[in-house]
């Protein structure tokens, strides 16, 4: 059973496109996240969702939309690709609790390729 | 803001030696600490965490110890072997933040 999981796994895809990236959880957990992966396996957070509502947004350009229908979903949507925007992106989830003493857990990641 | 600073890597070392990778932190609050991992392709597994000054997390005979004095929290195992190659993130989540912040990781090496 996948605890967290995203769809697809790879996207290769035309600079000026749009696309979009799914990440589901069945563990429960109130609040997931968005982060991005570079070249160099430099992690940053993009996003986080609590319980649907928007809580982090680290200055990350309009051309991605966040948007989580329920709790247990959060999709992450990108207009106009450019070529820096190639990178991995994780999902993650973690309960609600005491702030910042979760666990977060990760999706397996989707290797975006922009050409 | 909050930052981690992690070794650079690779590091590369024989099978059962002895592995340390140093990471150190800055903080405005009290974070807990954490250390991932990554295998070649896949996405990132907790190892371990603590959550405050003196606790010391442990899995898989990784041990860290979080050092509020020294801002440390070093990752240890006192014989690696050859599954134990990855890549390693120390991580931080502060006081009433919910978002890890990442060291830039290292990257591991164990050969036969």
């Known amino acids: 059973d996948t605890a967290v999981s995203q769809t697809p796994k790879y996207l290769v895809t035309q600079m000026g496109n749009d696309k979009s990236i799914k990440c589901e959880q069945n563990?429960?957990?109130?609040?997931m996240y968005w982060y991005k992966q570079d070249s160099k396996k430099f992690l940053k957070i993009m996003f986080s969702?609590?319980?649907?509502?928007?809580?982090i947004n680290e200055t990350v350009p309009n051309r991605f939309s966040p948007k989580s229908p329920d709790k247990a979903h959060l999709n992450l949507h990108i207009n106009s690709l450019e070529l820096g925007d190639s990178a991995v992106y994780f999902c993650?989830?973690?309960?609600?609790?005491?702030?910042?003493?979760?666990?977060?857990?990760f999706g397996p990641g989707t290797r975006l390729l922009v050409l | 803001g909050d930052s981690v600073t992690q070794m650079e890597g690779p590091v590369t070392l024989s099978e059962e030696a002895f592995l340390t990778i140093n990471c150190t932190y800055t903080?405005?609050?009290?974070?807990?600490l954490f250390w991932y991992v990554q295998y070649p392709g896949e996405g990132l597994q907790l190892l371990l965490k603590?959550?405050?000054?003196?606790d010391k997390g442990s899995n898989k005979g990784f041990e860290a110890t979080y050092r509020k004095e020294t801002t440390s929290f070093h990752l240890e195992k006192g014989s690696v072997q050859v599954s134990d190659s990855a890549v390693y993130f120390c991580?931080?989540?502060?006081?009433?933040?919910?978002?890890?912040?990442f060291g830039t990781g290292t990257r591991l090496l164990v050969s036969p």
């Open positions: 563990l429960g957990h109130d609040t």
């Open positions: 603590a959550t405050k000054a003196d």
């Open positions: 991580a931080l989540s502060d006081t009433g933040f919910q978002k890890l912040v």
């Open positions: 969702y609590n319980n649907k509502e928007l809580i």
């Open positions: 903080a405005t609050g009290y974070p807990s």
């Open positions: 993650a989830s973690s309960p609600r609790g005491a702030g910042g003493r979760e666990t977060q857990y």
